[in-house]
């Protein structure tokens, strides 16, 4: 099936700094991939839906500038958390859509656990 | 508001039974439905999906069923395995769009 990878992992970071998480499809072009957060026991929320080429499109409530998403090629895209604080912690995972496929089907990368400290 | 619901947060299972997780949705204007499966602080694995098209949908141990008039979709698990010890998520969209509406998920407990 469909591999997605994030990198990295786990990140903790200070307050006031920016992180950079990355996401690649590895085995299939990714016009469009999807940035998710998920708080303890809860769903997960889109975020923002990136397209290859062009900007990010963002859910009501995301903050555009504290969440910055590149889609530079086919197989990245980056979600940078921009002056980060405590309430940004949370499990970040991103998606792609593979775009040679008939289907609608999104395939997930492991995630990234973000701690503000 | 909440467009797609699971209800349950929690279900257990003897190993060897059938295992059955219920979603339900309030837009009718949803499509295609999916169910994931996924194991704490990891990614959500794909399962099984199914076009509004259809009414049922199996692979192997998992068949998802769609009830449009009654807006409800169910996975079913049979037979249930201590593998399957999971939080499910169902997901709805609308097709085209891309975009996926999240469940709250079901804590499903297979018991050996």
């Known amino acids: 099936g469909a591999v997605v990878s994030q990198h990295p992992s786990r990140v903790i970071c200070k307050s006031g700094t920016s992180v950079k998480i990355e996401c690649r499809s590895l085995?299939?072009?990714?016009?469009?991939m999807f940035w998710y957060r998920q708080f303890p026991k809860k769903s997960l929320m889109l975020m923002a839906t990136?397209?290859?080429?062009?900007?990010?499109?963002?859910e009501q409530g995301v903050e555009k500038d504290k969440f910055l998403i590149n889609h530079a090629s086919l197989t990245l895209s980056t979600l940078t958390v921009t002056s980060a604080h405590p309430e940004d912690s949370s499990f970040y995972i991103c998606?792609?859509?593979?775009?040679?496929?008939?289907?609608?089907?999104?395939?997930f990368g492991p995630g990234t656990r973000l701690t503000v400290l | 508001d909440q467009q797609v619901k699971q209800n349950s947060p929690s279900l257990s299972v003897q190993e060897g039974r059938i295992s059955i997780l219920n979603c339900d949705y309030t837009n009718s204007m949803f499509d295609y439905f999916l169910w994931y499966k996924k194991y704490p602080a990891e990614g959500p694995t794909f399962l099984i999906s199914i076009s509004s098209i259809k009414d049922k949908n199996e692979d192997g141990r998992f068949t998802v069923f769609l009830n449009k008039s009654a807006k409800h979709l169910s996975l079913h698990i049979v037979p249930s395995q201590p593998g399957d010890s999971a939080v499910y998520f169902c997901a709805a969209s609308f097709s085209g769009t891309y975009k996926y509406i999240f469940g709250t998920g079901t804590r499903l407990k297979v018991l050996a």
């Open positions: 998606s792609a859509r593979d775009g040679g496929a008939i289907t609608d089907t999104q395939y």
């Open positions: 085995d299939f072009q990714a016009t469009t």
């Open positions: 990136s397209n290859e080429g062009s900007k990010a499109t963002y």
